[in-house]
Protein backbone atom coordinates (compact mmCIF):
# COMPACT_ATOMS: atom_id res chain seq x y z
CA UNK A 1 0.00 0.00 0.00
CA UNK A 2 1.35 3.45 -1.13
CA UNK A 3 2.27 5.84 1.82
CA UNK A 4 -0.70 8.53 2.28
CA UNK A 5 -0.82 11.52 4.37
CA UNK A 6 -2.69 14.97 4.66
CA UNK A 7 -1.42 18.38 5.42
CA UNK A 8 -3.59 21.68 5.26
CA UNK A 9 -4.46 23.63 2.38
CA UNK A 10 -5.84 26.56 3.27
CA UNK A 11 -9.78 27.38 3.75
CA UNK A 12 -12.88 27.64 1.18
CA UNK A 13 -14.73 31.24 1.46
CA UNK A 14 -17.17 29.80 4.14
CA UNK A 15 -13.95 29.28 6.45
CA UNK A 16 -13.90 25.02 6.51
CA UNK A 17 -10.66 23.99 6.23
CA UNK A 18 -9.32 21.78 3.88
CA UNK A 19 -6.70 18.96 3.17
CA UNK A 20 -3.82 18.25 0.64
CA UNK A 21 -3.46 14.58 0.49
CA UNK A 22 -0.33 13.36 -0.94
CA UNK A 23 0.20 9.67 -1.92
CA UNK A 24 4.17 8.32 -1.82
CA UNK A 25 4.59 5.13 -4.01
CA UNK A 26 7.36 2.57 -3.36
CA UNK A 27 9.94 5.13 -6.11
CA UNK A 28 9.24 8.05 -4.29
CA UNK A 29 7.04 9.00 -6.75
CA UNK A 30 3.74 11.50 -5.55
CA UNK A 31 -0.02 12.37 -6.48
CA UNK A 32 -1.48 15.24 -4.42
CA UNK A 33 -5.09 15.03 -4.73
CA UNK A 34 -7.61 18.17 -2.78
CA UNK A 35 -10.33 16.89 -0.55
CA UNK A 36 -12.08 19.62 -2.42
CA UNK A 37 -13.87 18.67 -5.49
CA UNK A 38 -11.23 15.50 -5.72
CA UNK A 39 -8.50 17.88 -7.22
CA UNK A 40 -5.62 16.25 -8.42
CA UNK A 41 -3.01 19.19 -7.82
CA UNK A 42 0.31 17.18 -8.50
CA UNK A 43 1.40 14.60 -10.41
CA UNK A 44 5.48 14.32 -9.78
CA UNK A 45 7.08 11.45 -11.63
CA UNK A 46 11.31 11.40 -12.66
CA UNK A 47 12.03 12.38 -15.99
CA UNK A 48 14.59 10.29 -18.69
CA UNK A 49 17.37 12.18 -16.32
CA UNK A 50 15.91 11.15 -13.00
CA UNK A 51 14.36 14.14 -12.55
CA UNK A 52 11.13 14.78 -10.45
CA UNK A 53 8.42 16.45 -12.77
CA UNK A 54 5.11 17.65 -12.17
CA UNK A 55 3.24 16.70 -14.71
CA UNK A 56 -0.58 18.33 -13.64
CA UNK A 57 -1.44 21.77 -13.90
CA UNK A 58 -3.02 23.35 -10.70
CA UNK A 59 -2.78 25.88 -7.49
CA UNK A 60 -1.11 26.32 -4.76
CA UNK A 61 -3.90 26.69 -2.44
CA UNK A 62 -7.58 25.77 -2.05
CA UNK A 63 -9.06 29.16 -2.78
CA UNK A 64 -7.94 29.02 -6.18
CA UNK A 65 -9.64 25.85 -6.87
CA UNK A 66 -12.82 27.61 -5.43
CA UNK A 67 -12.49 30.73 -7.90
CA UNK A 68 -11.68 28.81 -10.83
CA UNK A 69 -13.86 28.30 -13.82
CA UNK A 70 -12.12 25.82 -15.79
CA UNK A 71 -12.58 22.12 -13.72
CA UNK A 72 -8.69 22.13 -13.02
CA UNK A 73 -8.45 18.27 -12.45
CA UNK A 74 -11.84 17.87 -10.52
CA UNK A 75 -13.85 14.98 -10.60
CA UNK A 76 -17.05 16.33 -12.37
CA UNK A 77 -20.88 15.24 -12.56
CA UNK A 78 -23.65 14.48 -12.35
CA UNK A 79 -22.71 14.74 -15.94
CA UNK A 80 -19.60 14.95 -17.79
CA UNK A 81 -19.71 17.50 -20.67
CA UNK A 82 -23.02 19.25 -22.27
CA UNK A 83 -26.46 18.31 -22.24
CA UNK A 84 -28.21 20.60 -24.75
CA UNK A 85 -31.02 23.17 -23.22
CA UNK A 86 -30.48 21.53 -19.95
CA UNK A 87 -33.19 18.87 -21.04
CA UNK A 88 -32.91 15.46 -19.51
CA UNK A 89 -35.19 12.81 -20.36
CA UNK A 90 -35.19 9.57 -17.95
CA UNK A 91 -37.43 6.47 -18.35
CA UNK A 92 -39.97 9.62 -20.30
CA UNK A 93 -39.99 12.10 -18.05
CA UNK A 94 -38.41 15.01 -19.00
CA UNK A 95 -36.15 16.78 -15.91
CA UNK A 96 -35.15 20.32 -16.86
CA UNK A 97 -31.49 20.87 -15.65
CA UNK A 98 -29.42 24.29 -14.50
CA UNK A 99 -28.39 26.35 -17.34
CA UNK A 100 -24.78 27.15 -17.03
CA UNK A 101 -24.52 31.09 -17.30
CA UNK A 102 -21.14 30.37 -19.69
CA UNK A 103 -23.21 28.19 -21.55
CA UNK A 104 -26.22 30.25 -21.70
CA UNK A 105 -28.85 28.09 -22.95
CA UNK A 106 -27.11 25.02 -22.20
CA UNK A 107 -26.23 22.18 -19.02
CA UNK A 108 -22.32 21.45 -18.76
CA UNK A 109 -20.41 19.48 -16.18
CA UNK A 110 -22.93 19.12 -13.82
CA UNK A 111 -24.09 23.08 -13.58
CA UNK A 112 -22.64 25.61 -11.10
CA UNK A 113 -22.12 23.57 -7.92
CA UNK A 114 -21.33 20.05 -9.44
CA UNK A 115 -18.83 17.64 -7.80
CA UNK A 116 -15.52 19.50 -8.68
CA UNK A 117 -17.72 22.61 -6.21
CA UNK A 118 -17.78 20.52 -2.68
CA UNK A 119 -15.85 19.38 -0.24
CA UNK A 120 -15.53 15.77 -0.11
CA UNK A 121 -15.61 13.41 2.99
CA UNK A 122 -12.06 11.71 2.97
CA UNK A 123 -10.76 8.16 4.16
CA UNK A 124 -7.50 6.67 4.08
CA UNK A 125 -8.34 3.00 3.24
CA UNK A 126 -6.14 -0.39 1.81
CA UNK A 127 -7.46 0.57 -1.87
CA UNK A 128 -5.92 4.18 -1.52
CA UNK A 129 -7.88 7.38 -0.94
CA UNK A 130 -11.41 6.98 -0.65
CA UNK A 131 -13.66 10.41 -0.96
CA UNK A 132 -17.29 10.47 -0.99
CA UNK A 133 -19.72 13.33 -1.53
CA UNK A 134 -23.47 12.87 -1.69
CA UNK A 135 -25.93 15.21 -4.15
CA UNK A 136 -29.17 15.57 -2.74
CA UNK A 137 -32.17 15.25 -5.34
CA UNK A 138 -33.10 18.05 -6.98
CA UNK A 139 -29.08 19.44 -7.47
CA UNK A 140 -28.79 21.30 -10.65
CA UNK A 141 -32.30 19.23 -11.78
CA UNK A 142 -31.37 16.12 -11.30
CA UNK A 143 -33.66 13.31 -9.78
CA UNK A 144 -32.72 11.36 -6.35
CA UNK A 145 -30.06 11.44 -3.76
CA UNK A 146 -27.10 10.37 -4.97
CA UNK A 147 -24.21 9.27 -2.98
CA UNK A 148 -20.74 8.97 -5.18
CA UNK A 149 -17.02 7.86 -4.13
CA UNK A 150 -13.88 7.94 -6.08
CA UNK A 151 -10.90 6.11 -4.66
CA UNK A 152 -7.47 7.58 -5.59
CA UNK A 153 -4.25 5.56 -5.57
CA UNK A 154 -0.75 5.53 -7.12
CA UNK A 155 0.77 2.45 -7.34
CA UNK A 156 4.30 1.23 -7.46
CA UNK A 157 3.98 1.19 -11.39
CA UNK A 158 3.01 4.48 -11.74
CA UNK A 159 -0.70 3.68 -12.13
CA UNK A 160 -2.63 6.78 -11.06
CA UNK A 161 -5.45 5.24 -11.13
CA UNK A 162 -9.38 6.46 -10.03
CA UNK A 163 -11.99 4.13 -9.34
CA UNK A 164 -15.71 5.62 -9.24
CA UNK A 165 -18.64 4.48 -7.27
CA UNK A 166 -22.67 5.77 -7.60
CA UNK A 167 -26.14 4.75 -6.21
CA UNK A 168 -29.17 6.68 -6.31
CA UNK A 169 -32.61 6.52 -4.83
CA UNK A 170 -34.34 7.29 -8.44
CA UNK A 171 -33.11 6.57 -10.84
CA UNK A 172 -31.18 9.92 -12.86
CA UNK A 173 -27.82 10.68 -14.89
CA UNK A 174 -24.96 9.25 -14.01
CA UNK A 175 -21.66 10.25 -16.17
CA UNK A 176 -18.50 11.02 -13.60
CA UNK A 177 -14.54 12.17 -15.79
CA UNK A 178 -11.83 13.74 -13.87
CA UNK A 179 -10.61 17.16 -15.47
CA UNK A 180 -6.88 16.40 -15.07
CA UNK A 181 -4.53 18.73 -17.62
CA UNK A 182 -1.12 17.22 -18.18
CA UNK A 183 1.97 18.52 -19.60
CA UNK A 184 4.28 16.01 -19.80
CA UNK A 185 7.03 18.48 -20.44
CA UNK A 186 6.00 19.57 -16.59
CA UNK A 187 3.69 22.13 -15.47
CA UNK A 188 5.60 25.05 -16.10
CA UNK A 189 6.09 24.46 -19.52
CA UNK A 190 4.05 27.11 -22.09
CA UNK A 191 2.07 24.71 -24.13
CA UNK A 192 1.78 20.61 -25.18
CA UNK A 193 2.11 21.55 -28.49
CA UNK A 194 5.22 19.14 -29.53
CA UNK A 195 4.00 16.24 -27.41
CA UNK A 196 3.01 13.26 -29.08
CA UNK A 197 -0.45 11.35 -29.17
CA UNK A 198 -1.75 8.77 -30.05
CA UNK A 199 -5.80 7.40 -29.46
CA UNK A 200 -7.05 3.96 -29.95
CA UNK A 201 -10.13 5.18 -31.70
CA UNK A 202 -11.08 4.79 -35.43
CA UNK A 203 -14.26 7.23 -35.05
CA UNK A 204 -15.18 10.49 -33.03
CA UNK A 205 -18.54 11.97 -32.40
CA UNK A 206 -19.03 14.64 -34.89
CA UNK A 207 -20.12 18.10 -33.36
CA UNK A 208 -21.87 21.16 -34.78
CA UNK A 209 -20.88 24.78 -33.91
CA UNK A 210 -22.09 24.73 -30.30
CA UNK A 211 -19.96 21.63 -29.37
CA UNK A 212 -23.28 19.27 -29.49
CA UNK A 213 -23.07 16.08 -30.96
CA UNK A 214 -25.18 15.77 -33.90
CA UNK A 215 -25.89 11.88 -33.29
CA UNK A 216 -23.25 11.42 -36.50
CA UNK A 217 -20.67 9.07 -36.11
CA UNK A 218 -17.20 10.35 -38.06
CA UNK A 219 -13.99 8.04 -39.32
CA UNK A 220 -11.00 9.79 -38.25
CA UNK A 221 -9.48 8.57 -41.38
CA UNK A 222 -7.91 11.64 -43.98
CA UNK A 223 -8.52 14.32 -41.32
CA UNK A 224 -7.04 16.14 -38.93
CA UNK A 225 -8.85 14.03 -36.21
CA UNK A 226 -6.59 11.54 -36.81
CA UNK A 227 -4.57 9.77 -33.77
CA UNK A 228 -4.37 6.35 -34.51
CA UNK A 229 -0.27 6.92 -35.32
CA UNK A 230 0.92 9.03 -33.06
CA UNK A 231 1.34 12.41 -33.77
CA UNK A 232 2.67 16.28 -31.85
CA UNK A 233 -0.67 17.58 -30.58
CA UNK A 234 -0.04 20.51 -32.51
CA UNK A 235 1.08 19.17 -36.21
CA UNK A 236 -2.77 19.81 -37.82
CA UNK A 237 -4.27 21.97 -34.37
CA UNK A 238 -4.89 24.77 -36.68
CA UNK A 239 -5.88 23.27 -39.92
CA UNK A 240 -9.30 24.49 -41.18
CA UNK A 241 -11.31 22.01 -40.70
CA UNK A 242 -15.00 22.27 -39.47
CA UNK A 243 -14.63 19.97 -36.16
CA UNK A 244 -11.31 22.34 -34.89
CA UNK A 245 -12.50 25.93 -36.31
CA UNK A 246 -15.53 24.82 -34.49
CA UNK A 247 -13.92 23.83 -30.95
CA UNK A 248 -10.70 26.54 -31.15
CA UNK A 249 -8.87 23.16 -31.23
CA UNK A 250 -9.76 19.29 -30.28
CA UNK A 251 -12.20 19.40 -27.90
CA UNK A 252 -13.75 15.89 -29.08
CA UNK A 253 -14.75 12.84 -28.16
CA UNK A 254 -13.44 9.76 -29.26
CA UNK A 255 -15.01 6.20 -29.23
CA UNK A 256 -12.61 3.73 -27.83
CA UNK A 257 -12.15 0.93 -29.89
CA UNK A 258 -13.82 -2.32 -29.08
CA UNK A 259 -15.50 -0.73 -26.20
CA UNK A 260 -18.56 -3.02 -24.16
CA UNK A 261 -20.27 -2.19 -21.23
CA UNK A 262 -18.32 -5.21 -19.13
CA UNK A 263 -16.10 -3.51 -16.61
CA UNK A 264 -12.58 -3.84 -18.23
CA UNK A 265 -10.08 -1.88 -18.51
CA UNK A 266 -8.69 -0.84 -22.62
CA UNK A 267 -6.69 1.04 -23.94
CA UNK A 268 -7.47 4.89 -24.99
CA UNK A 269 -4.56 7.04 -25.55
CA UNK A 270 -0.63 6.88 -25.63
CA UNK A 271 0.98 10.46 -24.52
CA UNK A 272 5.26 11.26 -25.15
CA UNK A 273 7.40 13.92 -24.64
CA UNK A 274 10.80 14.18 -26.29
CA UNK A 275 11.72 16.61 -23.94
CA UNK A 276 11.20 14.80 -20.73
CA UNK A 277 10.98 11.47 -21.64
CA UNK A 278 7.84 10.67 -20.40
CA UNK A 279 5.36 8.84 -21.32
CA UNK A 280 1.34 8.26 -20.25
CA UNK A 281 -1.13 5.34 -21.32
CA UNK A 282 -4.58 5.86 -20.27
CA UNK A 283 -6.69 3.46 -20.10
CA UNK A 284 -11.00 3.22 -19.00
CA UNK A 285 -13.74 0.87 -18.82
CA UNK A 286 -15.76 3.94 -19.94
CA UNK A 287 -16.74 4.28 -24.23
CA UNK A 288 -15.42 7.34 -24.79
CA UNK A 289 -12.58 9.71 -24.14
CA UNK A 290 -12.74 13.45 -24.66
CA UNK A 291 -9.26 15.04 -25.85
CA UNK A 292 -9.28 18.43 -24.87
CA UNK A 293 -6.18 21.33 -25.24
CA UNK A 294 -7.33 23.48 -23.03
CA UNK A 295 -8.65 26.11 -25.71
CA UNK A 296 -10.42 28.49 -23.76
CA UNK A 297 -7.84 28.72 -21.43
CA UNK A 298 -6.96 32.80 -19.90
CA UNK A 299 -3.33 33.52 -19.29
CA UNK A 300 -5.00 35.31 -16.43
CA UNK A 301 -5.40 32.00 -14.28
CA UNK A 302 -1.97 31.26 -12.41
CA UNK A 303 -1.57 28.38 -11.49
CA UNK A 304 1.01 26.41 -9.31
CA UNK A 305 4.33 29.15 -8.81
CA UNK A 306 2.27 31.90 -10.65
CA UNK A 307 2.50 30.16 -13.71
CA UNK A 308 0.29 31.33 -16.19
CA UNK A 309 -1.76 29.21 -18.28
CA UNK A 310 -2.79 30.06 -21.27
CA UNK A 311 -4.66 28.26 -24.65
CA UNK A 312 -3.31 24.88 -25.18
CA UNK A 313 -0.89 25.01 -22.04
CA UNK A 314 -2.35 21.11 -20.98
CA UNK A 315 -4.48 18.48 -22.44
CA UNK A 316 -7.22 16.51 -21.04
CA UNK A 317 -8.23 13.25 -21.69
CA UNK A 318 -11.59 12.80 -20.22
CA UNK A 319 -13.02 9.19 -20.45
CA UNK A 320 -16.58 8.90 -20.10
CA UNK A 321 -19.78 8.54 -21.94
CA UNK A 322 -20.29 10.66 -24.73
CA UNK A 323 -21.85 14.31 -25.13
CA UNK A 324 -25.17 14.80 -24.88
CA UNK A 325 -25.63 11.03 -25.41
CA UNK A 326 -29.11 11.35 -24.06
CA UNK A 327 -30.08 13.20 -27.25
CA UNK A 328 -29.55 10.35 -29.09
CA UNK A 329 -30.56 6.62 -28.35
CA UNK A 330 -27.75 4.61 -30.56
CA UNK A 331 -25.50 5.87 -28.13
CA UNK A 332 -24.21 4.29 -24.94
CA UNK A 333 -26.90 5.50 -22.18
CA UNK A 334 -25.17 7.17 -19.01
CA UNK A 335 -28.56 6.59 -16.70
CA UNK A 336 -28.12 5.00 -13.36
CA UNK A 337 -31.03 3.11 -12.00
CA UNK A 338 -32.67 3.29 -8.65
CA UNK A 339 -30.88 0.02 -7.45
CA UNK A 340 -28.14 -0.06 -9.26
CA UNK A 341 -24.28 0.58 -8.61
CA UNK A 342 -22.18 2.91 -11.08
CA UNK A 343 -18.95 1.08 -11.00
CA UNK A 344 -16.11 2.70 -13.32
CA UNK A 345 -12.45 2.61 -13.87
CA UNK A 346 -9.74 5.08 -15.43
CA UNK A 347 -5.94 4.86 -15.06
CA UNK A 348 -3.26 6.81 -16.46
CA UNK A 349 0.20 4.77 -16.48
CA UNK A 350 3.38 6.92 -16.35
CA UNK A 351 6.44 5.53 -17.84
CA UNK A 352 9.54 6.65 -19.81
CA UNK A 353 10.20 6.23 -23.40
Not at 168 to 197: I, M, P, R, W
Not at 241 to 247: C, E, F, H, R, S
Not at 264 to 289: F, H, N, Q, W
Request: proline share 3%; net charge negative; charged share 25%.
Amino acid sequence: MANIIAEPFGKISDGTECKLFTITNAKGNQLKICDYGCRVQSWIVKDKDGKPTDIVLGFDNVAKYEEDDSCMGGVIGRHANRIRYGKAVINGKEYQLELNANEGKNHIHGGSKAFHYHLWQSEITEEGLKLTHVSPDGTAGYPGNMTVTATFNLTDEDELSITYEAVCDKDTVCNLTNHAYFNLDGFQASDVLEQKLQIFADEITEHDEDSFPTGVIRKVEGTPMDFRQLTAIGARIDDKYDQLIWGRGYDHNYIILDWQKDGKLRKAAYAESDKTGITMTTYTTLPGVQLYTANYQCYAIKGKNGIAYGPRSGFCLETQYFPNSLEHAHFPQPILLKGEVYKAKTVYKAGIK
